[in-house]
T-cell receptor, first 115, second 111 residues
């Protein structure tokens, strides 16, 4: 089946540094990918929709200058958390639509801890 | 997308069927019902989806009421590995449509 590979699975960074998370579709082309954030004991919250070759669409309240999204190819989308702070510590998950109405497939998530 | 309502938690004995309900009374005619689950600290996993008819696959069965205002996900023989948060989502499935997650149901399968 369609697989989305997300890396790294976990990362610890110092406050003020930037962190890049990669999301790759392994056996299909993903023109659209989605980025979610999940805080402990909460549901997934959509951050942005990433479209190949164009600017991402951010949900209300998500800072586009802080969460940089690049979708330069049909198989790769990246999320860069810039100038990370402890409150950015969270579980970040990417997703892509599988063709037709086959649903969405998700990456395994990235646990970001900012110290 | 239409809003869904699910019980916050349910328990099930190992080997028994788990029946997870979902209310989606405002669903529109072109919206599908999707079910996903999330095992702790992993990305969500697709389970099944349907429009009007009942659906079955190797993981589960989906029963949708005739008026489509509610549905039930059935795990026929629950195992300990089925312990997860189960999300019911309605979505028209368009090419750029995003999934909006509610709080889901935490299913705990007990030995």
């Amino acid at each position: 089946g369609a697989v989305v590979s997300q890396h790294p699975s976990w990362v610890i960074c110092k406050s003020g540094t930037s962190v890049k998370i990669e999301c790759r579709s392994l056996d299909f082309q993903a023109t659209t990918m989605f980025w979610y954030r999940q805080f402990p004991k909460q549901s997934l919250m959509l951050m942005a929709t990433s479209n190949e070759g164009s600017k991402a669409t951010y949900e209300q309240g998500v800072e586009k200058d802080k969460f940089l999204i690049n979708h330069a190819s049909l198989t790769l989308s990246t999320l860069t958390v810039t100038s990370a702070h402890p409150e950015d510590s969270s579980f970040y998950i990417c997703s892509a639509r599988v063709g037709g109405l086959g649903g969405y497939t998700f990456g395994s998530g990235t646990r970001l801890t900012v110290v | 997308d239409a809003k869904t309502t699910q019980p916050p938690s349910m328990d099930c004995a190992e080997g028994r069927a788990a029946n997870l309900p979902c209310n989606h009374s405002t669903i529109s005619g072109n919206e599908y019902v999707y079910w996903y689950r999330q095992i702790h600290s992993q990305g969500p996993q697709y389970i099944i989806h349907g429009l009007k008819n009942n659906e079955t696959n190797e993981m589960a069965s989906l029963i949708i009421t005739e008026d489509r205002k509610s549905s039930t996900l059935i795990l026929p023989h629950a195992t300990l590995r089925d312990t997860a948060v189960y999300y019911c989502i309605v979505n028209s499935g368009g090419s750029n449509y995003k999934l909006t997650f509610g709080k889901g149901t935490l299913l705990t399968v007990n030995p």
